[in-house]
């Protein structure tokens, strides 16, 4: 797990990446690949094959907020970056590049009419406009400040989201065996926004199959959404969410290969969000996607949580899926 904690530390908002991408780049160069970054800034790692180009990806960025405006008092009012619950941030920390924690607070009587990100603000605790400058100025991003906890099975910690997908990643480039296909590991930018890195980066390599590497949401906690998912399920095989319709023949191959292999998985409808299966879906005359997905609790906040077992059935689902010969 000492691979996914320094992922999970290095703190890298929607379009600024620089700090986990020069890790993942070292990473990946260290077990043999050639890696290439595109002009958005993702990485893309190639092990080539005489078979079907498949495409790897997971996202690289994570939520946070970015400083729009600082008040003469010092406040810094904010913008979200990605799909964060503005009810939930009231009280939370966030951190910028720089290392400054700040607290994001609301102006209750007006957050209580409309809980808008205008109605709130950082607090970073500088006397006035200028101290707060000297430490924030508009267009720093911050993320929210949430450690990395391990207790046996569960792991608990910011921007699982997809750091475990970077993982992921990470450990099958290392594990796998022989394999025809040409593959392609991409590690996306910009996922949070709009899903916008994984479109350019399957503009370039126009592959015949992709796989999503992304957290799901599970159906397991008291009064939730139901949801055919649960924390320590096994790999979850997405179906659909709210940017994509899974290719059928992608769907099938990956239940059948995890079936063939013993790896527990589980059936995925996420209606909260998308991942980037949906925008490399829509690349060129269209890609054939499917995704994998990691059950997540509480994603998108500073405690999301999952299981380091459920991880081990991904990674194993995913090696598969490299060996598997798709036709
Ligand atoms: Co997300
Ligand atoms: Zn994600």
């Known amino acids: 797990m000492r691979l996914l904690k320094k992922l999970i530390e290095a703190d890298a908002p929607s379009g600024a990446e620089s700090a ?40 690289m960025d994570e939520i946070g907020v970015i400083a729009t405006y600082v008040e003469d008092n010092g406040f810094i009012r904010f913008g979200a970056v990605g799909g964060l619950d503005i009810k939930e941030l009231h009280k939370r920390r966030v951190r910028f590049a720089n290392g400054t924690v700040g607290v994001i607070a609301a102006e209750e009587e007006k957050f209580e009419k409309k809980a808008d ?17 000297k430490l924030v100025k508009t267009g720093d991003t911050a993320v929210f400040d949430g450690s990395f906890h391990q207790i ?8 699982l989201d997809d750091r475990a997908g970077c993982y992921m990643l990470l450990k ?8 025809e296909n040409d593959l392609y590991f991409v590690f996306s930018v910009q996922e949070e926004v709009g899903l916008r890195g994984a479109k350019t980066a399957a503009f ?12 799901t949401d599970t159906g397991d906690t008291p009064s939730c959404k139901p949801m055919d998912v649960k924390l320590g399920g096994g790999a979850a095989i997405k179906i659909m969410d709210r940017s994509v ?17 013993g790896i527990r998985y589980q059936n995925e409808i996420m209606d909260d969000g998308g991942t980037d299966a949906g925008a490399i879906a829509l690349t060129g005359g269209g890609v054939r996607s499917g995704g994998i997905s990691l059950p997540t ?31």
């Open 245 to 261: 319709m899974c290719d059928v023949h992608v769907v099938d191959a990956l239940r059948g290969i995890a079936k063939q292999n």
């Open 172 to 179: 099958v480039m290392k594990k796998l065996k022989k394999t």
């Open 117 to 133: 990100p205008s109605a709130m603000y950082i607090d970073i605790g500088a006397a006035d406009k200028k101290a707060a400058q």
């Open 297 to 327: 609790r509480y994603v998108h906040s500073p405690s999301e949580m999952a299981s380091v077992s459920d991880m081990e059935e991904c990674i194993k689902l995913l090696i598969a899926a490299c060996e598997y010969n798709w036709e």
């Open 204 to 215: 370039r390599i126009m592959p015949d199959y992709a796989i999503a590497v992304d957290v």
């Open 20 to 59: 986990i991408r020069d890790i993942i780049i070292s990473e990946a160069e260290k077990l043999g690949y050639e890696v290439n970054t595109d002009a958005l800034g993702s990485v893309i790692a190639h092990r080539p094959g005489k078979g079907k180009k498949l495409m790897l990806d997971a996202h």
């Open 152 to 159: 046996g099975d569960t792991i608990i910690s910011k921007a």
